[in-house]
């Protein structure tokens, strides 16, 4: 018992001696992708709680954010009323 009181000590006074070594980070800047984003605006709407479920478990399936499928969805829906005008 008497060697672990020891042990204990010994340590404590490493402690007090020793000053920590603080590990140095190093910071690397974020490349920019290449391709530019278009200006974002926000839209909210209220849609059935039954259409939402099933865009979330499309998201789930597919890896896709409710943002990507929204988005894509506004994008089919108005091409294909350019079409029909045309």
């Given at each position: ?65 409710l ?20």
């Open positions: 018992m008497t060697d672990y009181k020891d042990k204990l000590g010994g340590l404590a006074d490493k402690l007090k001696k020793d000053t920590p070594k603080t590990p140095i980070q190093e910071v690397h800047p974020i490349r920019q992708s290449a391709t530019v984003k278009e200006d974002e605006a926000q839209l909210n709407v209220w849609i059935p709680k039954t259409l939402l479920k099933r865009m979330k478990s499309y998201g789930i399936e597919y890896d896709a954010s943002k990507d499928i929204s988005i894509d969805a506004l994008k089919f829906f108005l091409e294909a009323k350019l079409k029909k005008s045309t």
